[in-house]
């Protein structure tokens, strides 16, 4: 989202997590937040953990919101973030 780090006055640092960004996991957590926002907040609440969703049944997998996105995860789309804007 390129946003600037959030310091620990405001919330969880960040920066803590730097070391995730690009990761297969914070990729899928990524994509998991993104299907939250298609589907109108109806589902994949919980970010932070998202095991949760899935034992409420509210998760939903991205080959069931996908179709239903305005934007294209296709290869030769635009990725979804540019890792060096958070280098």
């Known amino acids: 989202h390129g946003l600037p780090d959030v310091p620990i006055a405001e919330g969880l640092p960040s920066s803590w997590l ?13 994509a998991n937040h993104q299907g939250h926002h298609v589907l109108s907040g109806r589902c994949n609440y919980n970010v932070c953990a998202p095991l949760v ?4 049944g ?18 030769e789309s635009r990725p979804q973030y540019d890792a060096t804007e958070y280098a």
């Open 53 to 56: 969703d899935h034992v409420l």
């Open 58 to 75: 509210t998760y939903v997998p991205e080959s069931e919101w996908g179709p239903k996105a305005k934007t294209s995860n296709l290869p």
């Open 18 to 30: 730097k070391g995730l960004r690009g990761s297969a996991y914070f990729n899928w957590l990524y």
